[in-house]
């Protein structure tokens, strides 16, 4: 849905789940209440919002976004954090080996931050992002079916 060329709000079909087929197709819908409020209050930018007592959405975000920013694209350590996907991802295998699906879906959801990290700090070539697309999908593939699994007997 879109307001003075601006979109505000999205549906999003959810087809699959873990590589899984849903039936029924689910929905969500989003709002982009920012971008409401950015029309609501005439402002050209979000970090211009009025939230009350004279603050700015950009007196309490801007710091956090300057901050996440340069260490998503300039500072995060990324021998560190390739080894953490490795680290988290034998937990996640492990976790499902010992039938416990929630806490290894917090691995998959883990790996899954540690890879958009690793790439926005430029550490994987395309060669290596198609391999660790596969490593997430793999884990969250084995998580998804060991769910389940567990529900079916439940």
Known sequence: VWL??????????FQQMGCFP???VCVEITYGLERIAMHLQKKDS?????YGGGLTYGDLHK?????FSRYN???ADVLLLSRHFNEWEAEGERLAGLGDPLPAYDCVVRISHLFNTLEARGAISVTERAHYITRVRGLARKVMQLYIEKAETN
């Open 4 to 13: 003075d060329a601006v979109e505000i709000t999205e549906f999003t079909y």
């Open 46 to 50: 979000v970090y211009d919002l009025e």
């Open 73 to 75: 694209f300039e500072t």
């Open 22 to 24: 849903l039936s029924p």
């Open 63 to 67: 710091p956090q976004e300057r901050q």
